[in-house]
């Protein structure tokens, strides 16, 4: 019990096989922007992130952020990404909702929730205005704690106003879902995790029954 304990909480000590240190060694650590996301546990994850210095919009190191934001949105199942999630502690993160991927939620959510397709947007050193205080309970998840979901508490609707990878200017009224992943992409650049404002009895393992079988 006492091993099981130790293991779970991330106390025992861990070893890499023979393979993954081989590679380790041959192709040395990994860099940010990662091709995963990071896991909670990463201390760039609990992080306040820094504001992107204005030298740096244009720049090719903003663009290949920019591109890694885009791809691992369309990789993973999400609908938003921070860059501290690839291991980048800056104020950057990028968000898109298609028509597919929108199809794919209940329509009783749909309407209930306003789920509506949303463009691919990017912001560089967002800032976030509440512009309706209401507080609508929705299920979240989040690929930085994979496998795992709860009941939130979003305000329904928020004006982000920033600048693009190109320092362009980038404002977005956004309501209902779109205002869920603003606030959920914000939180990740102030360090904070969804678990931490989640209503803590809904905290689902969302494979729960298939472990059961």
């Not at 690839?86 to 209940?106: D, H, I, K, N, S």
């Not at 990740?188 to 472990?211: A, C, K, P, Q, S």
Request: proline share 9%; aromatic share 8%.
């Amino acid at each position: 019990m006492a091993a099981a304990l130790a293991e779970g909480s991330g106390w025992a000590r861990r070893e890499r096989s023979y393979w993954r240190a081989l590679r380790r060694r041959v192709l040395g650590p990994p860099s940010p922007p990662f091709a995963a996301p990071c896991q909670v546990g990463a201390p760039v994850l609990r992080s306040a992130a820094a504001a992107v210095p204005p030298e740096q919009l244009g720049s090719s190191e903003l663009r290949e952020l920019a591109e890694a934001l885009a791809a691992g949105l369309r990789r993973w199942p999400c609908l938003g990404l921070s860059a501290p999630q690839l291991g980048v502690p800056l104020r950057v993160f990028a968000a898109e909702l298609t028509p597919a991927r929108c199809g794919q939620y209940p329509p009783e959510l749909r309407r209930s929730h306003r789920v509506e397709p949303f463009p691919l947007r990017l912001l560089v050193n967002p800032t976030l205005r509440v512009l309706d205080a209401r507080l609508v309970t929705a299920p979240e998840g989040c690929v930085s704690v994979k496998g795992f979901s709860a009941f939130v508490p979003r305000h329904w609707a928020v004006h982000v106003t920033g600048v693009d990878e190109r320092g362009e200017p980038v404002s977005w009224e956004a309501t209902g879902w779109a205002a869920r992943v603003v606030q959920h992409e914000m939180d990740h650049l102030d360090g904070i995790l969804y678990v931490d404002r989640m209503d803590t009895r809904t905290f689902t393992n969302v494979n729960w029954m298939e472990l059961l079988d």
